[in-house]
Nanobody
């Protein structure tokens, strides 16, 4: 029903930038809340950012607020995460997620659809 494919991960030095993209397929993409989560080895999957279906509301984890920007282009069925001023602690696998009606946008169990993940590694 909804397929998500992430891209844009890679290796970057601390202080650098990366832009992650998530391509969505499905006929109801523009009605879904979209989010990014990340998971580092040995750690729980954590919320990074989310954006409403209209793009009018955005939400960020405190750890990335002011450095990351989430956006979506419903015409192109994509959601992006612009990551600036990257830190080594940002190193993780980043996942794109989608759900029509998440009751708590910061909880990963609220999301029904997930991408395969893309690795982001930030070197010091």
């Amino acid at each position: 029903q909804v397929q998500l494919v992430e891209s844009g991960g890679g290796l970057v030095q601390a202080g650098g930038s990366l832009r992650l993209s998530c391509a969505a397929s499905g006929r109801t993409f523009n009605t879904y809340v979209m989010a990014w989560f990340r998971q580092a080895p040995g750690k729980v999957r954590e919320f990074v950012a989310a954006i409403s279906w209209s793009g009018g509301s955005t939400y960020y984890a405190d750890s990335v607020k002011g450095r990351f920007t989430i956006s979506r282009d419903n015409a192109k069925n994509t959601v992006s995460l612009e990551m600036n001023s990257l830190k080594p602690e940002d190193t993780a696998v980043y996942y794109c997620a989608a759900d029509a009606t998440p009751r708590n946008i910061r909880r990963n169990r609220e999301y029904d659809y997930w991408g395969q993940g893309t690795q982001v590694t930030v070197s010091s």
